[in-house]
């Protein structure tokens, strides 16, 4: 157990002992007297750990795994001051194994997080398909402490740190394509990756998506289970909290994680205007906006299990109701007591695509909804002429005969809504929403909902060129934010040694669609090159998802059209997203006090 609770009971219990030690001497143990005796003569102690140089122990100490680094910690003031030195930096760990046994891959990840000084503010556990969610939550959650929020996901596939290698990795399917063996199926999709985040100065936990029981005699329409989710509510949780640490409604950053049984696209697009809340009579007003200074990132379909410090605390308003989670949202939000002397955490979010536009645009003539997903005929722009699928899809696959073999192909529609943000006077918003080709002969059917007639759309096809140019911009603007890492900057004992006020990268998430990897570029690792070719050593993990969500960040943006730039992009296909955590030290003389 290593949450705060329990060091300070360990604390506690390290202090009871030694009075129940002392004896007379003022309260004193006789061999605190002795030392006392000692100090006043001008005599020292020759042995025992209270002669050991600061330095040395430190050195003793950093090297120690993560449950005996706490319970040193809590040994004396000055043990504890030498503590907070080797802590007192943001720190991820994170682990990868392909053990075809489920249980020996957890113990191997969480050893390997474990075996260094840490303490868990925060897990993220991405797995296979085919790894229990439940048992894994239980016994990460059992090793990490009561008050650690964990989010677990299982997705098509896992990138991380190798525990053999120390090398990052992609597996697609759960499966490490070079070295699988197709005759050994008990080890398909049964990767583990185990992420543990240190983030001092930052509060972190997990809100849900809450999702009303479903009414048996009422026909499941996409219309109806958006209104079963409690979008709002979602929204005024995650700001409540960030209101309830920081004293800021915005957080500095939200990684999502979705279900895919309901539509987590209106979910994100909630978060994403442009503006700022207002808190009127305890709650936040309807519609809600996340600046552009908070991140956003997540998985818009996979399977999840979830642990919240205070999961009450986002249950109990709507009563007895039975409900289900359709998400979650991991939210760090800055501390408002955070200690004198510590540096700022930022989220850095950059987005490689892997779309390509054909033919000319279109705009949505007649549209219904229908079994989760949507019938429309359409007009060129321009033109009056009503198309209906058939005539759509035979102009498009015109121009995709020379092109390349088998593309998956999207409509991109520009939805222009109004949205009411805060208190402020509603705005007109425009965003861009991808839904997949299904066929058409009479309609064109596409997955998902909310078109409407008007909306203008794009057609896209899968681009293997278009993601490997993306990718190189994506290291090029990477390089460009001029970002050390910690790894090119420890000294001999592993101590960072950072440069007065020069950001750090810490850290780093990945999101790749499952249509990417090497299967998509026929080459290993390609998704998280620009990550590791800009910052090598430093720990990221990721995943291969359904639904890539990312809002880029303005100074990592890689659109070429001044178009592109004023739509917003919240959820994406064939693309990966990338958050980079990185820490920019205080200034030289706020010394940090543990």
């Given amino acids: 157990m290593l949450d705060a609770d329990t060091i300070r009971l360990r604390c506690r219990s390290t202090a009871s002992a030694t009075r129940s030690r002392r004896g007379s001497n003022g309260g004193l143990s006789g061999e605190q007297a002795r030392r006392r005796r000692r100090r006043r003569r001008g005599g020292r102690s020759s042995s025992g750990f209270g002669s050991v140089d600061e330095d040395v122990l430190e050195s003793i100490l950093r090297r120690l795994p993560a449950a005996t680094f706490a ?123 185990l992420t543990v985040g240190f983030v001092p100065g930052l509060k972190v936990d997990v809100v849900p998506l809450l999702h009303l029981a479903e009414v048996n005699d009422v026909k499941k329409s996409w219309t109806y289970i958006y209104d079963r989710l409690l979008v709002d509510k979602f ?52 519609d809600y906006a996340m600046p552009l200074e908070t991140a956003i990132v997540g998985d818009e379909k996979g399977n999840f299990e979830y642990r919240s410090v205070d999961k009450s605390r986002y249950t109990s308003a709507i009563g007895p109701q039975n409900y289900t989670t359709s998400a979650v949202a991991l939210v760090f939000a800055k501390d408002r007591h955070k200690r004198p002397g510590l540096g700022d955490i930022k989220f850095h979010v950059a987005l490689s695509d892997g779309l390509s536009t054909i033919g000319p645009r279109h705009r949505a003539a007649s549209v219904q909804v229908d079994d989760c997903c949507t019938l429309l005929t359409a007009r060129r722009e321009g033109q009056e002429e009503i198309l209906d699928g058939e005539g759509i899809l035979n102009d498009i696959r015109d121009e995709l005969e020379n092109r390349v073999e088998y593309p998956d192909v999207y409509i991109g529609v520009t939805k222009r809504r109004i949205y009411e943000v805060g208190a402020e006077k509603a705005k007109l918003m425009s965003f861009l929403s991808f839904h997949g080709v299904m066929g058409g002969v009479e309609y064109l059917r596409v997955e998902g909902s909310g078109i409407e007639s008007g909306d203008s759309f794009q057609f896209y096809y899968s681009d293997t060129a278009a993601a490997l140019d993306s990718c190189q911009k994506v290291s090029a603007r990477l390089r460009s934010l001029n970002l050390g890492s910690d790894s090119d900057c420890s000294d001999k004992m592993g101590s960072i040694v950072a440069s007065a006020g020069k950001p750090r990268v810490f850290g780093g998430f990945i999101f790749s669609s499952f249509g990417r990897g090497e299967s998509f570029f026929n080459d290993f690792n ?55 955590m990185s820490y920019t030290p205080a200034p030289p003389g706020a010394a940090v006090t543990s």
């Avoid at 504890?80 to 053990?99: E, F, M, Q, W």
């Avoid at 309901?262 to 442009?274: H, S, T, W």
């Avoid at 990592?556 to 739509?567: G, I, R």
């Fill in 235 to 286: 929204a005024t949780d995650i700001m409540e909290y960030s209101v309830a640490v920081s004293g800021c409604s915005a957080p500095v950053g939200v990684i999502m994680f979705g279900d895919g049984t309901a539509e987590i696209k209106c979910a994100a697009e909630k978060l994403v205007g442009i503006g700022s809340c207002g808190l009127m009579n305890q709650h936040v007003i309807a």
């Fill in 71 to 193: 319970s040193a910690a809590c040994v004396s003031r000055s043990w504890r001051r030498v503590c907070g030195r080797i802590l007192s930096r943001p720190k991820l760990a994170t682990a990868l194994s392909l053990d075809p046994c489920a249980q020996s891959a957890l113990q191997e990840v969480v050893d390997k997080v474990l075996a260094e000084p840490i303490c868990p503010h925060f897990a993220i556990v991405n797995v296979g398909n085919n790894v229990d969610t439940k048992e894994a939550l239980q016994y990460i959650g059992s090793k990490l402490g009561a008050g650690t929020p964990i989010v677990i996901s299982a997705d098509s596939g896992i990138i991380g740190v190798d525990v053999l290698t120390n090398q990052v990795k992609e597996v697609e399917g759960g499966i490490d394509i070079g070295s699988y063996n197709n005759d050994d199926s008990d080890n398909a999709e049964q990767g583990i990756v």
């Fill in 526 to 580: 390609v998704d998280s090159s620009p990550f590791v070719e800009n910052f090598p050593g430093v720990p990221v993990a990721g995943i291969f998802c359904g639904g890539e969500i990312g809002r880029c960040s303005p100074s990592l943006n890689v659109q070429d059209s001044e178009e592109e730039t004023s739509v917003h992009r919240v959820c994406h296909v064939y693309s990966t997203v990338y958050l980079v």
